[in-house]
């Protein structure tokens, strides 16, 4: 398996479910694929009593989103997929604001009363790691934190008082969260948490998130990072007011959806087909092959987690595919072609997590000029080789040279005798 950081192909473009086409098509290049990936990160959250059975788990739908790129690159065009929530997220935190004092008015004729916790769709990064633990406590359909500048969440997760990192790990599978604390008389219990992220920022921002490697919380991430830079746009253009208009009108959409998913009498179970299980087995397993041959035996973890994003990507197509009668039965299968877009996408973003693991893993990030000649060689490759790559991108046979001993030194690759080597 190549690492490279490819766009996503754009016959997937086509094929999308109408929803995301309609918030795709005024995009373009990176922008394009940071609108689709964010747009299913945060729909992710706005899908209540959706659920399928995965290695014998009830899982949702929620994802996680990392966008790793440079200042100025086009990636604050995530920022547009909150408008798909807003609607959401203001009825919650309303009602339940409302609900609150109105309980807050009553305590003072009983004060023995509990007031009911005010709820949110959207938290801030910039939280403790107990205000993490209510919120999540009072929600019942799960919540999304979507954070532009990620040195925001990177910060948090340095400090004692809020590093909730367990939280996020243990979230991403819905695994049981308990906290207690005795000054104040607390202990919370929740069951099932449900938690979204979608944020991006600059390598330096992201680095504290992408040394998680360690505790498995970068495993858990869809990673889509590039280094190209967008060059200056036309700020006066009228197509920027009419994207917002387009996300706000399939927001109005999602709301629709999400109060008729809440309202409904019994969950409603996601499923492959048969001969789908079978070509997500045949798929998998000799990617896992490919990687204890010629990766870092430490991936695995990554892969393993991604087949359970295919998932859930797969999920979420599926429901926006299916939007209109969603009342029809208890059962919904995954159409083939859905399949085919939720296996194409996390190759995709294999390779992109790939890249960054080995970046993070070597102790820096690879020029652009070098990714490309690596990708064109093959596993097993001599200097020859190497060295005719290189002349097709203008490279010299020294700088070749060069290179091949600064990749030994950053072990991405390994001199298995005079003039031949091998990928790591």
């Known amino acids: ?41 945060v729909l992710s959250n706005c899908l209540p009593n959706i659920y399928g059975l995965y290695d014998g788990d009830t899982i949702y739908p929620h994802l996680y989103l990392m ?36 309980c807050e008015e009553a305590k003072k004729k009983n004060d023995t009363e509990k007031c009911p916790d005010i709820k949110a769709k959207i938290l801030p990064a910039n939280i403790s790691s107990a205000e993490m633990h209510s919120f999540l406590e009072s929600s019942e359909y799960g919540m999304l934190i979507m954070e532009s500048e990620a040195d925001t969440l990177s910060n948090m997760l340095k400090n004692d008082w809020s590093n909730y990192s367990d939280v996020l790990r243990k979230a991403f599978h819905h695994e049981p969260i308990s906290i207690s604390r005795k000054s104040e008389k607390v202990f919370v219990d ?5 938690l979204a992220m979608v944020i991006s920022g600059t390598p330096d921002q992201l680095m504290p998130l992408m040394k998680s490697r360690e505790n498995g919380l970068f495993s858990r991430f869809m990673i889509y990072s590039f280094d190209e830079i967008t060059s200056f746009k036309d700020v006066f253009a009228t197509k920027n007011n009419n994207t ?11 709301f629709k959806l999400y109060g008729e998913l809440v309202d409904l009498k019994k969950q409603i179970e996601f499923c492959f087909t048969d001969s789908q299980k079978k070509s997500f087995l045949d798929m998998i397993r000799p990617i896992r092959d490919d990687i204890i041959d010629n990766h870092s035996q430490s991936f695995i973890s990554n892969l393993h987690r991604h087949g359970l994003i295919l998932f859930r990507i797969a999920m979420i197509l599926t429901v926006l595919r299916n939007k209109s009668d969603m009342n029809k039965g208890e059962k919904l299968y995954c159409s083939n072609l859905d399949f085919i877009i939720a296996t194409r996408l996390m190759k995709n973003l294999l390779r992109h997590c790939q890249f960054i693991f080995n970046s ?15 990708d064109d060689l093959t596993t097993i490759f001599t200097r020859q080789r190497a060295v005719e790559i290189g002349a097709k991108h203008g490279v010299p046979k020294r700088t070749i040279d060069d290179k091949l001993v600064q990749w030994q030194k950053r072990r991405l690759i390994f001199k298995q005798s005079v003039g031949k080597y091998k990928k790591l």
């Open 67 to 102: 966008v790793i790129a440079p200042a100025a690159s086009g990636k604050g065009v995530m920022n547009y997929s909150r408008l798909l929530i807003d609607q959401i997220h203001d009825k919650v935190f309303n009602e339940s604001k409302i609900e609150y004092l109105v």
């Open 190 to 194: 929740i069951k099932e948490p449900k």
């Open 1 to 41: 398996m190549v690492m490279r950081r490819e766009q996503i192909e754009e016959k997937i473009y086509r094929n999308l479910p109408e929803t995301l086409q309609k918030l795709t098509e005024p995009f373009e290049n990176r922008e394009k694929d940071i609108v689709l990936l964010s747009s299913l990160g």
């Open 360 to 374: 993070v893993e070597s102790g820096g990030g690879l020029s652009i000029q070098d990714e490309t000649i690596l």
């Open 244 to 254: 917002k208009v387009v996300f706000k009108k399939i927001g109005d959409e999602i």
